[in-house]
């Protein structure tokens, strides 16, 4: 980073952090605000260049955002969608690439057919920040949601271990035969994806004990802060898939979450989600920057690149439905898929296609590819491939993110599981009171003072009946439910002794230190009524 960049660098993460909070504060998807704000302030005359660093976003953002995703999902949600997510994340990964390069070779002639495929492999990952954000904010279909998010965790591997091994073959093609390019190919990607998930569930397995020994909530959190970075650097240093260490890492630790404790998993919860923050509103704010750099790099023959690269928009579009439609329906001409059960709603398959909105990974490819300044091998229509590759970010992220909200609504794709899961909680929560009165009995004797087991008892009561009340009529019609009552009032409670503690520091009545700790006691409370 030069000396001038770190101070606008900072002006960025300040403005995409209000960006961020203005979109929010209006319900709007907080990614594509960014791109169009960044879109927009890339012309405005005086404004300095902020060049997209591939270094910076492959090892410094693109690790810890997956790493927090996988860390939030369900392995056992993934496992059961692993045969439609592995299609996504292998297999279309693959057909997108083939698919866009031979249009690109066709549409730009003057274009190597290695080039049009490292182009191929660049747009071919989607990235689901925006698409997830979008059906959260919206409730789509949770196995739609589980699908989306487990293609967007794996195919990152995929798409830069093809771009690797086409890149090289684009910048020396006659070093190597063509077959031995596909040989040496299929087996550096099988060695990115056996080594990956070897390194990612060793690290993921050694971290998880090294962490259960420490037995300290900060400095379990500041481990887990180093995890995504550590691993990362270590499979790519082995020449691995370090995308898909950090992954299984991740995946691995989220799942053994229950076994930390109560204070790991809310600083872990609460500095993750201010990180995740802090990086997507960074990098979506640095796509929409981009158009002035990429555009200034076409020369004299801009308008026929623009051309073909909304072209190469359309064909990466279409790619996604001819793979995804027939993927789905096909196998069911199988007598034994057919049994399984009745076919998947059009609905799904269309919704699944049409989130297939490109991210910063695939910039982040497109500017790493070598362009000859800095005395290394150019590769050849290098600027043609940094700007298509922006056009299929920015068009898929504008195109396909200002429509998924519309067609979510159309379609009825939203989840319609949530009494069900209401159901499933108040049962759980139910047979866990169970249990805790049950251990409640074992441990009280006659030098138990009674008002305490009768408080215990009560509280455990009032936990068990908030998820049944839900269930119930609408409040409207019964009026305020007993746990939500008892809810407004214990805030209102809390509130209450918060401000008598800092009365109290304002008078010098307490020490800050002993207020700190007053006020985090009330504050694990406040948590446990939100929650």
């Not at 630790?253 to 790991?264: I, R």
């Amino acid at each position: 980073m030069t000396e001038d960049l770190g101070p606008t660098l900072l002006v960025v993460f300040v403005v995409a952090l209000g960006v961020t909070a203005l979109a929010r504060r209006f319900s709007f998807s907080a990614p594509l605000v960014l791109v169009v704000v960044g879109l927009a302030i890339s012309f405005v005359p005086g404004v300095p260049s902020v060049p997209l660093d591939p270094d910076l976003v492959l090892f410094l953002v693109l690790p810890p955002l997956l790493y927090s995703a996988a860390l939030e999902s369900s392995t056992l949600r993934l496992r059961e969608n692993i045969r439609r997510i592995g299609q996504l994340a292998v297999g279309l990964v693959v057909f997108t690439t083939a698919l866009v390069g031979v249009a690109a070779w066709f549409l730009v002639p003057e274009l190597p057919l290695a080039s049009a495929l490292v182009l191929g492999a660049v747009v071919a990952p989607p990235d689901a920040v925006a698409a997830a954000s979008i059906g959260r904010r919206l409730g789509l279909q949770r196995r739609i949601m589980t699908i989306l998010e487990g293609e967007s965790l794996l195919n990152d591997a995929t798409a830069l271990t093809l771009f690797r091994v086409l890149l090289a073959a684009a910048i020396a093609p006659m070093a190597v035969s063509t077959g031995a390019t596909i040989l040496e190919g299929l087996g550096e990607f099988a060695l990115a994806a056996v080594g990956g998930v070897a390194i990612g569930g060793a690290a993921g397995w050694l971290l998880h004990r090294v962490r259960m020994k420490l037995n300290d909530g900060a400095l379990e959190s500041s481990v887990g802060l180093l995890v995504p970075f550590a691993i990362y650097l270590l499979a790519e240093e082995l020449h691995t898939s370090g995308v898909l260490a950090v992954v299984i890492a991740g995946l691995y630790l989220g799942h053994k979450a229950t076994e930390a404790g109560y204070a790991t998993r809310l600083q872990d919860q609460a500095v993750w989600k201010a990180l995740d923050t802090l990086l997507e509103a960074l990098v979506f704010a640095l796509i929409g920057l981009q158009l002035r750099i990429v555009y200034d790099g076409l020369g004299d023959d801009k308008l026929r690149i623009v051309g073909v690269s909304l072209a190469l928009l359309a064909v990466t579009v279409i790619a996604r439905f001819v793979w995804v439609f027939p993927t789905i329906y096909l196998p069911r001409v199988l007598p034994k898929v057919r049994r399984r059960g009745p076919p998947m709603p059009w609905r799904v398959p269309f919704i699944i296609s049409w989130a297939g909105m490109r991210g910063v990974v695939t910039l982040a490819a497109a500017f790493a590819i070598p362009h000859g300044i800095n005395g290394d091998q150019a590769m050849p229509g290098y600027n043609v491939v940094v700007f298509a590759a922006f056009v299929v970010t920015v068009g898929t992220l504008l195109l396909q993110g200002l429509t998924l909200p519309t067609l979510i609504r159309r379609l009825h794709v939203r989840d319609k599981g949530a009494q069900r899961d209401v159901l499933d909680e108040a049962a759980a929560k139910q047979a866990a009171a169970e249990a805790a009165l049950g251990r409640l009995d074992e441990l009280t004797d006659d030098g138990t003072p009674q008002h305490v087991t009768e408080q215990l008892r009560t509280w455990a009561q009032h936990r068990s009946n908030g998820a049944w009340e839900r269930l119930g009529r609408p409040d409207e019609e019964i009026g305020e439910a007993p746990s939500v009552a008892f809810t407004r009032l214990r805030r209102a409670m809390l509130g209450a002794e918060r401000e008598t503690f800092v009365r109290f520091r304002d008078m010098g009545r307490i020490d800050e230190g002993i207020l700190r700790d007053m006020l985090r006691e009330l504050d694990y409370e406040e948590a446990m009524l939100d929650r």
